[in-house]
């Protein structure tokens, strides 16, 4: 075991001597990695109305957030510090409105072909898409509350498959 | 009232044909800007232990939360479609560690002067504050969740001060 | 009249020496600017069929292209080597869609209060938008071709008004 | 087929409910790809002239509009909203200046080994190349038009071989 | 004096919790700012004779350096944790070629009018210039080196005039 | 040999008629690559003394400078026009205190497993890295001056081993 790479807290991001780095994934073999993540935006019912018919018709509230969420999966390794590049072979975004609560549940799979996962690819697309819808109607509703932002599956990997146990 | 800037919807983004653009803030005053946001991230008491200690000694987790959310808050025109560039002015991140539940709560305040707000950059620099922690600890505990991520407050402009009811 | 910002040849961007640089606008006054670039996109019938019905209905490639074509004027100080940043106040994308001859039109009109034009954003949102057209059709049509990509008309300024002569 | 990249409409950047994805591509083989695009901006003869001198002896407009399209091309999945992220091989831009009609001809090779096609990167850098050299001479040429902006051949992946017709 | 922007430790950067922030600049004027950063890139005389031809007739390491160096000093917010955006009025670049020790220097002149200083933008235009030359020479000579990159002076704000000593 | 390739310079970065280009990779193996790049900065003792306190204590230039340095390496392909864009594998910033003459030596390790060397990454880390410490400290001390920055060894790739003289 190396000194660079140990880490004597388990947080892999930090080595031995507790300074951050860009952790080796060299020796880790190119597998299919997927990653599913969701979340949350809770509003107004009025808000709520009012993207449930501009998405119908005009004003396609949840169009632009989809386009937001799969750029910022682009970006994910600019945005966050110990994030490796990655070339996604696929980022999918959808949106399900739930009008019994007035929310909007956004749920983004990604995949590559690669030496590290996209779990933080996904989270990021989730992220940036319910901020863009809140970006849209905070006109109207500043309250707006994004919640639940979690993973939800991963495959792939030296750690294999993971399923969230909710 | 021009064509350009209508909208049937009260959805300022969308113009009165439902076409997205951004809106014209060049009649809007350059005024002094604040707005506050804030939200959490939950895990588990191993995982919030090893955070706690390390910001105190070593794998400086919340150090490096930081630094990614003030970064974050300057990309923010570039991931939101359609948000105005903005020079900002102040940009202060705070994590509170609350051992009593395991959670880390990120509270962004942003200023600017000038003609629009700055609601989504300090949005924007919670969301990636709390994904970084998410980022860093991931290796250890999967099931973190980020929640309530919101507007906590907002001054200056034409619409004036708003704080949130709760 | 300094050496530094001397043009030996009517070309702004280089000094007196033919060295480029980002010429000096900080003697220009801040007044209301804008720009209003146009171009447009051929195809074949049944691409252009497909992407009609699709604006309408499912697969919506014009909403994305206006998207996309908002984003890139954010970015076109990252592009443009010697272009000056500008904080955009209005930037609104139009689509026309002509079946006589299966062409897509965008009109890109860009606004700001500065010190140097918006040109460059609009011409930038127009290529970006009509590109990304042809990103999203191009499986069942690789022959497009993009045209007439040029500025209609111009406000504000030394240079004052200018409108192309077509 | 699974729903989740079916299309009913020949786009494929849309699924079987008519919603934009970044496409699958992790099936599709590492091959050689190759594109070649293509496209002109035709201007004044005294612009012309200025741009032939300068590059010649001062004031080296191609020289930077080669920088800048090279630039872009590495730029493209940050642009183009449903681009995959692509690791570029090689990218050579060539400049050909036509007396006959005050024309400058921007053509691009870029080529990769990866599981997606490189024709949006080479277009990208045709469009920045020629908006540069719109930038340099617009202060004596406003009415410059970009033309003609297109794939001339692909070579590599599924679909094979692409040559434009004309 | 607010807690908020208070440093015990005279950097500016830090709060008096010590935690890194983006530092109020929204009392200050704005001004006309202008700063000047140096430094040079020591090479082998057979590379710097290179060098030297290129720019004169062919292989302009020396243009693309120029424009590496302008677009950079536009990124430099996104580089610089802490560093405010800036819009930027003037970037000049200037490179001297010194024969008798095998040496570029680079001297980047920046300004704005705006509430904070541009060392950084220009400090930064330095690095990436010398670091281009760097990488269009690597083939050839891999033991250059980048020496002497500072300040030389700076003029506006409240700090006022400063000049380096030597 | 092919026209498009061949350098009469030695420079591989111009083609053989002087034209800048990303030059092609393609034929290169993909192999385990490392670069290693070093340089400081040099300073007044008392600013030293500050940023030697701080990084144990309270206000942690050191921790900020090291996320600004990795997160540059990222950005490299981004910055240096013919740098081709690299999935790096590894990057680790090792920051060394000499009180004696009150400087900070800033050492970068990358790594990748491609068809390119990683030199230009680890460079760019070091120089971001060391201007984030001009950038925190120059509130107290303008004169900082950045010295000795290149590479200090690398591996892999055709050319093999080089390791620095000195």
Redesign the interface.
């Known amino acids: 075991m190396s000194n660079?790479s140990a880490?004597t807290?388990?947080?892999?991001?930090?080595?031995a001597?507790?300074?951050?780095?860009?952790?080796?994934?060299?020796a880790k073999d190119e597998t299919?990695r997927v990653a599913v993540a969701t979340?949350c935006i809770r509003m107004q019912p009025a808000t709520f109305a009012?993207v449930q018919?501009?998405s119908a018709?005009?004003?396609?509230?949840i169009?632009?957030a989809?386009?937001?969420a799969?750029?910022?999966?682009?970006?994910t390794?600019?945005?966050?510090?110990?994030?490796?590049?990655?070339?996604?072979?696929?980022?999918?975004?959808?949106f399900d409105l739930q009008p019994q609560d007035s929310s909007i549940h956004c749920t983004v799979?990604a995949?590559?072909?690669?030496?590290t996962g996209v779990?933080?690819e996904a989270?990021?697309a989730v992220?940036?898409g319910l901020?863009?819808i809140?970006?849209?109607?905070?006109?109207?509703d500043?309250?707006?509350?994004?919640?639940?932002?979690?993973?939800l599956e991963?495959h792939g990997g030296k750690s294999g498959d993971?399923v969230?146990?909710v």
Not at 9 to 15: K, V, W
Not at 70 to 75: G, P, Q, T, Y
Not at 142 to 151: A, P, Q, S, T, Y
């Open positions: 660079s880490s807290t388990g947080l892999t991001h930090f080595d001597a507790g300074q951050a780095h860009m952790v080796d994934v060299g299919h979340g009012l018919s501009g018709k005009k004003g396609d509230v169009g632009i989809r386009t937001a799969i750029m910022a999966s682009k970006r390794a600019d945005l966050i510090p110990l994030c490796h590049p990655i070339a996604l072979n696929r980022v999918a975004v959808d799979t995949e590559t072909r690669g030496r779990e933080m989270l990021t992220q940036i901020l863009t809140y970006d849209m109607c905070k006109a109207v500043r309250g707006m509350i994004i919640d639940g932002v979690r993973l991963k993971w969230a146990s």
